[in-house]
């Protein structure tokens, strides 16, 4: 099983829905997050979370929520769905020891399109 | 305000030539710099990364990246690119010490021409 996985891979939703993606981790890592990656402006940080009761904006959160069920899951809404969101979005953890790798852990993206 | 810059938005090579793809950071202290790479229709894959002492790091895959405090810099390179490097590459950073958030810059995509 991958380390960081996510679901579903692939998305095409209506303007004006609601829609969850999830994300699920095995790496025991206190911190995930949710970025957003368009092309020509790299990763962008929707959300994070260092931990369950720990959760903060990132700098692109407008039209998002996100919910941290457990340390290993941490779900990303869009409560009412528009074209703009179509993009690729990408889960991930950290490990949270001090210097430590401060390597990411990405999952392999869900492909949202907005129609 | 903090930034992440990769003056590069495609590069194209020859396989066989050598490669270096750009990175400048604006941070007021040294951060962690770090170098990701997305094959088509993948995640993103760790490279290498640079937390502090020698400012030459080595990576995977044959890539290594220097840092150049003066210049801002982390620049990535390889001596002799293969087909299979053809990808898009980010560069990123982290404020050291702190909540480890990462910056990327907006990505670099490389062709490589046979």
């Known amino acids: 099983d991958a380390d960081v996985t996510q679901t579903p891979r692939n998305r095409i939703t209506k303007t004006g829905k609601r829609i969850m993606l999830e994300c699920s981790q095995t790496k025991g890592h206190d911190r995930m997050y949710w970025y957003r990656q368009d092309p020509g402006l790299g990763l962008r940080l929707i959300y994070y979370s260092f931990d369950v009761k720990d959760i903060n904006k990132g700098e692109i959160s407008d039209g998002y929520s996100v919910s941290r069920q457990a340390q290993a899951k941490f779900s990303l809404s869009l409560e009412s769905a528009i074209p703009n969101q179509t993009a690729l979005y990408f889960c991930?953890?950290?490990?949270?020891?001090?210097?430590?790798?401060?390597?990411?852990?990405f999952g392999s993206g869900t492909r949202l399109t907005v129609v | 305000a903090q930034s992440v810059t990769q003056p590069d938005i495609h590069i194209t090579v020859s396989e066989g030539a050598s490669l270096e793809l750009r990175c400048n950071y604006s941070y007021g202290a040294t951060p962690y710099l770090f170098w990701y790479v997305q094959s088509p229709g993948q995640g993103l894959q760790l490279l290498l990364k640079?937390?502090?002492?020698?400012?030459l790091v080595q990576g995977i895959k044959g890539f290594e990246a220097e840092f150049k405090r003066s210049q801002s810099s982390f620049n990535l390179r390889k001596p002799s690119v293969h087909w299979s490097d053809a990808a898009e590459y980010f560069c990123a950073v982290a404020l050291s010490g702190g909540y480890n958030k990462l910056i990327f810059g907006a990505g670099t995509r490389l062709a490589v021409h046979p």
């Open positions: 640079y937390f502090s002492g020698d400012t």
């Open positions: 991930a953890t950290s490990d949270p020891s001090g210097q430590g790798s401060y390597g990411y852990t």
